[in-house]
């Protein structure tokens, strides 16, 4: 692969793990076979430049660093790339949870191995979404066009967070790159939704369950906001604005529910609440429409509709701790 134009030696880690995941999940009964090449044979068939002669270079030999520590050490490098610096410029400057992080690096390589990805390798036959969307499964379609990336994106704004829509690629990475100079929290999630939506694809694909999209969006909710902090530190209508006031957590193996409301001068109002366990983990929320004029009555009617909300298995919690800043 190293000696056909355009592509990199790299590529040879992507395409071997997928291999050999397939050999692990395969149930063909004949079998399968891989075939190492002799790599010496390989360079003593080419042709070089006398006056330019290539030669192996070795970069890492027993270092002792796992492929994900060697993928990270990568992006540090790729941060300070001159070259490449128009997408790393702000991506890499969110503060994406690490994982969601390499992802993107991954992406910005063109090395996310889609099905079109695979396709063009003659690695597989089936170019359309793991997933059932009918469209080709491009880097296009993972990042903006899935039905189903989009359905947890819908359940987000259902929750008042306004992620924004893109209609092309294109689109999509200069508008979160402009998002990102305001609102580097919005686009953090957004990040996180396609990471996510990915590993929910991945999972397809191998014949396991899929998550819903609310499961999905309350944990893009979650590693948006927390990173490498284990408790979440705001969550008020603008999301992922950092408070100067931490949320505080419950004692071990209770639950918290933080309950508010809203009331605007033409009596329209809405209470709501959310629940999270002491580790500041998202379990569910909850929100009424109302049309009321006293704004205590209101804050007394959130907490009074936690009852309605309440689950059987957390009353076998150690306690329940109910807050409202009335």
């Given at each position: 692969?190293?000696?056909?134009?355009?592509?990199?030696?790299?590529?040879?880690?992507?395409?071997?793990?997928?291999?050999?995941?397939?050999?692990?999940?395969?149930?063909?009964?004949?079998?399968?076979?891989?075939?190492?090449?002799?790599?010496?044979?390989?360079?003593?068939?080419?042709?070089?430049?006398?006056?330019?002669?290539?030669?192996?270079?070795?970069?890492?030999?027993?270092?002792?660093?796992?492929?994900?520590?060697?993928?990270?050490?990568?992006?540090?490098?790729?941060?300070?790339?001159?070259?490449?610096?128009?997408?790393?410029?702000w991506v890499m400057k969110l503060k994406l949870n690490k994982k969601v992080e390499i992802f993107w690096w991954?992406?910005?390589?063109?090395?996310?191995?889609?099905?079109?990805?695979?396709?063009?390798?003659?690695?597989?036959?089936?170019?359309?979404?793991?997933?059932?969307?009918?469209?080709?499964?491009?880097?296009?379609?993972?990042?903006?066009?899935?039905?189903?990336?989009?359905?947890?994106?819908?359940?987000?704004?259902?929750?008042?967070?306004?992620?924004?829509?893109?209609?092309?690629?294109?689109?999509?990475?200069?508008?979160l790159e402009a998002i990102s100079m305001q609102n580097s929290g919005i686009v953090r999630l957004y990040c996180?939704?396609?990471?996510?939506?990915?590993?929910?694809?991945?999972?397809?694909?191998?014949?396991?369950?899929?998550?819903?999209?609310?499961?999905?969006?309350?944990?893009?909710?979650?590693?948006?906001?927390?990173?490498?902090?284990?408790?979440?530190?705001?969550?008020?209508?603008?999301?992922?604005r950092e408070s100067h006031d931490p949320w505080c957590p419950p004692p071990k193996d209770w639950i918290k529910?933080?309950?508010?409301?809203?009331?605007?001068?033409?009596?329209?109002?809405?209470?709501?609440?959310?629940?999270?366990?002491?580790?500041?983990?998202?379990?569910?929320?909850?929100?009424?429409?109302?049309?009321?004029?006293?704004?205590?009555?209101?804050?007394?009617?959130?907490?009074?509709?936690?009852?309605?909300?309440?689950?059987?298995?957390?009353?076998?919690?150690?306690?329940?701790?109910?807050?409202?800043?009335?």
């Open positions: 692969m190293a000696f056909v134009p355009g592509r990199s030696i790299s590529e040879h880690y992507l395409l071997d793990q997928e291999m050999f995941h397939k050999f692990k999940v395969s149930k063909n009964k004949k079998g399968a076979m891989a075939i190492k090449l002799d790599m010496e044979q390989a360079y003593d068939s080419m042709g070089f430049d006398q006056e330019r002669e290539d030669s192996i270079e070795l970069i890492n030999w027993c270092s002792g660093k796992t492929v994900s520590a060697l993928a990270f050490v990568s992006i540090t490098s790729y941060r300070l790339n001159e070259e490449e610096n128009g997408f790393s410029n991954r992406l910005g390589k063109r090395a996310i191995p889609t099905n079109l990805f695979l396709k063009n390798r003659n690695l597989y036959d089936f170019v359309n979404c793991a997933r059932g969307c009918k469209s080709i499964e491009s880097y296009e379609h993972i990042i903006v066009h899935c039905k189903y990336m989009v359905e947890v994106i819908m359940k987000i704004r259902e929750w008042g967070i306004h992620i924004p829509i893109f209609h092309s690629l294109d689109n999509c990475l200069q508008g996180t939704v396609i990471y996510l939506s990915w590993r929910n694809r991945n999972e397809v694909k191998h014949q396991k369950p899929a998550l819903s999209c609310f499961v999905v969006a309350s944990n893009a909710l979650y590693l948006a906001t927390s990173n490498s902090n284990p408790f979440l530190v705001s969550w008020g209508t603008n999301l992922l529910i933080n309950v508010d409301a809203s009331l605007l001068t033409s009596n329209l109002a809405g209470i709501g609440g959310i629940f999270r366990d002491f580790k500041g983990k998202f379990i569910s929320a909850f929100g009424k429409k109302k049309i009321h004029w006293d704004i205590a009555q209101l804050e007394q009617d959130a907490v009074l509709a936690v009852k309605e909300f309440l689950c059987d298995w957390m009353l076998e919690c150690k306690g329940i701790l109910v807050e409202s800043d009335m």
